[in-house]
């Protein structure tokens, strides 16, 4: 495949949603995970008590960037606003009241989807953060023409919390060209003072250098909040160039700083982890589920405001808003149990993709979280061998390779990674995405061919 897709073509033969088509479809099911299908308690959520300005912040908040998926008549990927309706109103009803989405979220749908969802509800039952996505052209005229249209996309006069969005990967050099030589950071100060943004921060992914420097010019900005990745992996054992949990919020706490939390379930592995570590927590907390445990984490800094995650499903929904109505938060010994839980996560070889899609949509049609996503869960389920000589490889052969192929269409595999690398200056993890797929595509082939020696 030497054709370079529009986005048009994309849309046409890819979407936004297919990469999670499904556990079924992936070949994998949740490992141990209990039925929590059954209602949550209404009226118990847990709130916190924003310090700046009163705000009482459900500890639960909506991550709008993985809504729900259908085709149009056309055939195309569109966001199934029936289905997110529900999902916004049963959270509104269950006391969820912070909205988390972006321009570029689900290749520039969500906006407008979470507003239409929202906008069924008085504007003052619920806090609005959108963010300003200025990757790829951070020019003034275009950081403008983001700003006034995310207003325009959610139909509101106001932004209740607005956020520079995703500072880090690109240093301290990128960070000031996207926010402070174009003007836009001292233009966003002004639309605070204005009241059409209540709260401004910031989100962090990258390099400590790019936080300490962010944090630095806290006395010139007054960040009101900050939003950082965290969970019980990250807190101390942090891949790529992605800094510790732990010194993040430290920082934030030392200058009384309020953090919103991103990925608590880092993409959903915290939820689908290998059997015998979903086993041991269950076996400690027999009446929750093994996303609960991640969750309950999450919450128990008392600088956490709140804890965003991307429901797709309304069981997830229900099964968040019982962890936190109310929150029991974790003790020192749950603390350590879970420390212990990262170390045995820590053994098995993941590549940490967290199914943003800020990869997305690729110039070759390749579904790259899809084909990274059904690596990993085939790692959790003992499916990658390392060798013929492996036990049960012929069982493991089978199962990968018929997985696969129901994961991920054929045109849309990693044999058609041409190592642009256009993937990679998107990617919040710094994940080296060519890289990935070739060892993935290899290690297909040689599976293929029943040759496989080793692994890389």
């Known amino acids: 495949m030497d054709k370079r897709y529009t986005r048009r073509d994309f849309l046409k033969i ?25 209602d949550a308690p209404a009226g118990e959520m847990t709130y916190r008590t924003n310090p700046g300005n009163g705000d009482k912040v459900s500890l639960l908040g909506y991550g ?5 998926m259908t085709k149009d008549e056309e055939g195309r990927d569109v ?18 009241n912070y909205y988390d989405t972006s321009p570029v979220y689900v290749q520039g749908q969500s906006e407008k989807a979470s507003a239409i969802a929202l906008n069924r509800h008085p504007r003052k039952s619920y806090y609005l953060a959108t963010k300003l996505s200025n990757f790829s052209n951070w020019s003034r005229e275009n950081s403008m023409l983001m700003y006034r249209k995310s207003f325009e996309n959610m139909e509101t006069d106001y932004f209740d919390y607005y956020l520079l969005h995703s500072i880090g990967n690109g240093g301290t050099k990128m960070f000031e060209e996207r926010y ?9 100060m002004k639309e605070r003072e204005a009241g059409r943004i209540r709260n401004l921060g910031f989100s962090f992914h990258g390099t400590q250098e790019t936080f300490d420097y962010a944090l630095s010019l806290h006395d010139k900005v007054h960040w009101d909040f900050v939003q950082i990745q965290l969970n019980y992996v990250d807190w101390k054992h942090a891949s790529g160039r ?17 953090a919103v939390i991103m990925e ?9 982890v290998p059997q015998h570590v979903a086993d041991r927590l269950l076996e400690r907390n027999p009446d929750g589920s093994v996303a609960s445990w ?24 229900i099964d968040n808003v019982k962890t936190y109505s109310p929150l029991v938060p974790l003790n020192q010994e749950e603390l350590d149990f879970l420390e212990e839980t990262a170390q045995l996560m820590m053994t098995y070889p993941t590549i940490p993709c967290n199914d943003c899609k800020y990869c997305m ?16 869960k085939c790692v959790n389920e003992g499916k990658v061998a390392n060798s013929r000589e492996s036990e049960n490889y012929r069982k493991a052969r089978r199962a990968y390779l018929v997985s696969y192929d129901r994961a991920v269409p054929a045109l849309r595999q990693a044999d058609h990674c041409t190592g642009c690398g256009q993937c990679n200056d998107h990617c919040p993890q710094s994940i080296d995405i060519p890289h990935e797929l070739h060892k993935i595509d290899r290690y297909i082939e040689n599976l293929r061919q029943d040759t496989l020696q080793t692994t890389d």
């Not at 890819?14 to 059954?38: E, F, I, R, Y």
């Not at 992605?242 to 309020?258: H, M, Q, T």
């Not at 991640?294 to 997830?316: D, K, N, W």
Request: glycine share 12%.
């Open 180 to 188: 402070f030589d174009n003007g836009m950071a001292d233009f966003l």
């Open 242 to 258: 992605n800094v510790n949990a732990d010194y993040l919020y430290s920082e934030l706490e030392k200058r009384g700083i309020p």
């Open 79 to 96: 966001i199934d606003q029936e289905t997110v309706n529900g999902l916004v109103d049963y959270a509104m009803e269950h006391g969820v």
């Open 64 to 68: 709008c960037m993985r809504w729900p």
């Open 264 to 272: 608590p379930l880092l993409g959903g592995r915290l939820s689908k």
């Open 14 to 38: 890819a979407g936004t949603g297919s990469a999670l088509a499904g556990a079924t479809a992936l070949g994998c099911t949740p490992a141990g995970n209990k039925n929590t299908v059954s």
């Open 294 to 317: 991640a969750f309950r984490f999450a919450g128990t800094p008392s600088g956490v405001l709140t804890v965003l995650s991307g429901m797709t499903y309304m069981e997830h929904l």
């Open 361 to 376: 949509p690729c110039p070759y049609g390749i579904d790259i979280p899809a084909i990274l996503l059904h690596y990993n």
